[in-house]
């Protein structure tokens, strides 16, 4: 199983930008669907957005489309998100998320503040 670290979390202001990492270990992501949800207080886990890994093809929540973009390096066994135009809205917790037919994993997560 895969185990997840996210890193790159923090406190901005409203319209700042701000990129997180998600680093995998225990095993390769190469075959892996990864993406990225958050959970706010009081509210459901959401899905953020997603990549594919057999076409690299890109999925994302409407509320942040166009502002955030995922990526990922499998030679860095890594994963990443871009967070541009940040709203007082966006604040959560931001969780890495991997997938694999039956085989999941999810990290423990970064926190993101964005004060208006």
């Known amino acids: 199983q895969v185990q997840l670290v996210e890193s790159g979390g923090g406190l901005v202001q409203a319209g700042d930008s701000l990129s997180l990492s998600c680093a995998a270990s225990?095993?390769?992501?190469?075959?892996?669907?990864m993406g990225w949800y958050r959970q706010a207080p009081g509210k459901e886990r959401e899905f953020v957005a997603s990549?594919?890994?057999?076409?690299?093809?890109?999925y994302y929540a409407d509320s942040v489309k166009g502002r955030f973009t995922i990526s990922r390096d499998n030679a860095k066994n890594a994963v990443y998100l871009r967070m541009n135009s940040l709203k007082p809205e966006d604040t959560a917790i931001y969780y890495c998320?991997?997938?694999?037919?039956?085989?999941?994993?999810w990290g423990q997560g970064t926190q993101v503040t964005v004060s208006s």
């Open positions: 998320h991997a997938a694999a037919g039956s085989s999941f994993s």
């Open positions: 990549i594919s890994w057999r076409s690299g093809s890109t």
């Open positions: 225990g095993r390769t992501i190469n075959n892996y669907d």
